[in-house]
């Protein structure tokens, strides 16, 4: 920060052209969009330049989710023995995408029992063999978007949060900026951490490690790292010290030696069986030297039922060619296949970097107008788009920003126009244009076609009132109708827009005994209780509700006082 104040430099122009252009092209887009999206969809809703293609991405996962179709599959495996344990090997004509043509399964399960029956009385030949070390490098220190989706895998927490954390961190002097798109270090990181990696006697990269950039990157600033590799962050808070110690084992990481395995690859040849090659191939892979691995590990998504590398575990020996094995026994194992995973905060990050949507330090916004916007949920981890958010989907999809494509081609005009090697006011007149020719494509009403009035007359047969649509505060997505006359009959059901029959009313519960006076309309009000058995006054007229004191049954408390009452009671919200 000194370097920077002592060596002043003047404004980049084409820097603030680009935020200038970007800033209108969002403007253009939420001003221009957002009111026929609320009158089309019935309810206030926004629509964004970035955010749409986001929530596109939701959206179809899910209907893809809900289309698929599970396939039963076998696999056939042989289990050897060995001096370091059982390990197994695969027979390669029933695998996927491997013998069988693409989207073909081995679904003969008669076949797949009477092989693995057999296998402990077939010999199997060794027809190649191969044992060699492998050298594994470590990931990079972190960018924005890395640091977005790593810390939210491994600390369960979203991006927003993992952003506010680093800015604290970044604010008391801990790490360096981090919006970032640089995975390199300055000169004085380098030496930082591979000064403190000597300290600790750990074994270094025989140079600086290098990465190459994005072809968007603009590097302003070097990746994330610890300003001080020495300072552990004693002083921090549970959750600023958790994020401060990934950011520092992954940049430590990064200067260390490479992880080493061996790797132990064999064929094995057990000839026909019932007309079809029987083949196994089986692999190994045993960590020899941790290098980089004995401080950082890359998190995955946690995801249940995730399987985990079926190489780690599986201790092949070293064998000879032409040597002939016996298998233990073999195993016939039923498999099914999967449906897309629904995207997480982590997953989807990296899925709208790989298409080049939105820029690293825009990610937690996104995904947190989404959740403002009721366009998403969350189950757990994964993201779920509601009711309203498909529905938004669906009525935006004539325009052009709404494809990951389009998107991508606008991101990489602002990055020329912050190269000076292209102008702000062509890429708005164009985008602005694109706007305008699809405005009148988009849907009048609901996805039916059908524009669903929000007030409409009360279709209750003898009620001359007026019933209006409104969305579950409760259940974002669902909606129902109110008519102004309460009195009449109670809340219509919701059907594709349109006001249908009334909910079953609950019988109504009698009072059981009489409260103080309404405020407001001056009645007497009754005491109820609730299903817990506690009690509390309500007005029927008014509707309004309120806890009595404890031991004091006949007050209503401070709220019913500043209302005219008298008492101490709590009004009910």
């Known amino acids: 920060m000194l370097k920077a104040v002592a060596n002043p430099r003047n404004l980049n ?76 090997a695969t027979w390669q004509d029933g695998l996927p995408a491997a013998s069988l043509p693409d989207g073909e399964y081995f679904q003969d399960k008669p076949f797949a029992d009477a092989l693995a029956a057999a296998l402990p009385s077939i010999p199997l030949t060794v027809t190649a063999a191969e044992s060699k070390p492998a050298r594994q490098a470590p990931p990079p220190p972190f960018i924005t978007s890395s640091l977005q989706m790593d810390a939210s895998r491994a600390l369960k927490i979203d991006a ?18 981090h919006r970032t798109d640089s995975p390199n270090l300055s000169q004085e990181g380098e030496d930082l951490l591979r000064g403190e990696a000597q300290r600790r006697n750990w074994s270094l990269s025989e140079k600086p490690r290098r990465w190459k950039a994005k072809g968007d990157a603009q590097e302003s600033h070097e990746a994330i790292r610890p300003t001080d590799p020495s300072d552990l962050g004693a002083e921090l808070d549970a959750q600023e010290k958790a994020l401060y110690g990934l950011i520092w084992k992954r940049a430590m990481a990064s200067q260390l030696a490479d ?51 079926p ?41 709208l970097e790989r298409h080049g949507v939105g820029r690293p330090s825009t990610y937690a916004s996104i995904i947190k107008v989404l959740f403002f916007r009721k366009y998403i949920g969350q189950k757990k981890q994964a993201l779920v788009p509601t009711d309203l958010g498909e529905r938004a989907v669906d009525a ?10 389009y998107t991508r081609e606008i991101e990489e005009t602002l990055d020329r126009i912050a190269q000076g090697q292209a102008k702000g006011r062509e890429l708005l007149a164009k985008a602005y244009a694109d706007l305008q020719e699809t405005l009148g494509a988009m849907p ?21 009132g007026s019933v209006r649509r409104l969305e579950s505060r409760n259940k974002p997505g669902t909606h129902f109708w109110a008519c102004s006359n309460r009195e009449a009959h109670g809340l219509l059901q919701d059907a594709d827009g349109q006001p249908g029959k009334p909910f079953e009313e609950r019988p109504k519960a009698e009072p059981q005994s009489a409260g103080p006076n309404c405020p407001k309309c001056k009645q007497t009000t009754g005491q109820f ?35 005219g009452g008298k008492g101490k009671g709590k009004r009910l919200r």
């Not at 029927?540 to 009595?548: E, I, L």
């Open 529 to 563: 209780t609730t299903s817990t058995g506690k009690p509390y006054y309500r007005c029927q007229k008014c509707s309004d509700a309120w806890w009595p004191d404890k031991g004091d049954t006949a007050a209503l408390g401070e709220k019913w006082k500043a209302m």
């Open 444 to 464: 009048a009403g609901s996805a039916s076609g059908t524009a669903p009035r929000s007030v409409q007359p009360c279709p209750v047969e003898g009620c001359d």
């Open 13 to 88: 122009m084409p820097l603030v052209a680009a935020q200038e252009t970007r800033r209108a092209l969002d403007r253009i887009v939420g001003w221009e969009v957002s009111p026929p999206l609320s009158r089309s969809l019935n309810t206030k809703a926004s629509a964004g330049r970035v955010q749409t293609p986001a929530l596109r991405l939701i959206v179809e996962r899910e209907r893809a989710i809900r289309k698929f179709k599970s396939t039963t599959w076998y696999q056939v495996q042989a289990v050897m023995p060995g001096e370091n344990g059982a390990w197994r």
């Open 160 to 177: 927003e949060r993992v952003m506010k954390l680093a800015q604290a961190l970044f604010e008391k002097g801990m790490i360096t900026y």
């Open 259 to 309: 992880a080493v395995y061996q790797v132990t690859t064999v064929t094995l040849d057990g000839g026909e069986f019932k007309g079809k090659p029987a083949i196994f191939k089986a692999t190994g892979r045993v960590l020899t030297d941790k290098g980089w691995r004995r401080l950082y590990a890359e998190s995955g998504d946690g995801d249940e039922g995730e399987e985990k590398d």
């Open 311 to 351: 190489e780690a575990g599986n201790p092949v020996p070293a064998l000879t060619k032409g040597a002939s094995l016996t298998p233990d026994r073999g195993e016939a194992i039923e498999k099914k296949t999967q449906p897309p995973k629904r995207f997480t905060q982590a997953t989807l990050i990296a899925e």
């Open 396 to 405: 935006l999809l004539p325009f052009h920003f709404c494809d990951v494509d």
